[in-house]
C-alpha cells in the first residue's frame, strides 16, 4: 500500500520561496514517476513538475525558472524548492506516484501567495 504525506505549504509574499516536500511509504518508490500537481480554486488540476527515477525532470512552462524538483530515492522523498514565487502559484498542491501499475496522490498542501 502506498501513501504520500505532503508537507511545506503556507502563506508567503510574492518573490518569497517555499519548499514542499512528499514523504511516500512502500517499496515502489525507486521505480515510480513522481510528480508535484497543483489546482487553484475554479480550475483543473495542472502538472507542475515531474522527475523519474533516472532523474528527468520536466516542468510546465509557467514554472520553469523558478522551481525545482528533486528526490531522494534511500529516503522515498520528493521535494518542490519554489522561488520567485507569484499569486498566480496560490493553489492546493498535490504530490503523486506514477507506477506501471497505477496512480497514487497525496491529500495536498496549500500554498498562498500574497501580500
Known amino acids: 500500500q502506498v501513501q504520500l504525506v505532503e508537507s511545506g505549504g503556507g502563506l508567503v509574499q510574492p518573490g518569497g520561496s517555499l519548499r514542499l516536500s512528499c514523504a511516500a511509504s512502500?517499496?515502489?518508490?525507486?521505480?515510480?514517476?513522481m510528480g508535484w500537481y497543483r489546482q487553484a480554486p475554479g480550475k483543473q488540476r495542472e502538472l507542475v513538475a515531474t522527475?523519474?527515477?533516472?532523474?528527468?525532470?520536466n516542468y510546465a512552462d509557467s514554472v520553469k525558472g523558478r522551481f525545482i524538483i528533486s528526490r531522494d530515492n534511500a529516503k522515498n522523498m520528493v521535494y518542490l524548492q519554489m522561488n520567485s514565487l507569484k499569486p498566480d502559484d496560490t493553489a492546493v498542491y498535490f504530490c503523486?506516484?506514477?507506477?506501471?501499475?497505477?496512480?497514487?496522490w497525496g491529500q495536498g498542501t496549500q500554498v498562498t501567495v500574497s501580500s
Open positions: 503523486k506516484l506514477a507506477s506501471p501499475w497505477r496512480d497514487y
Open positions: 512502500g517499496s515502489i518508490f525507486g521505480i515510480a514517476i
Open positions: 522527475i523519474t527515477s533516472g532523474l528527468y525532470t
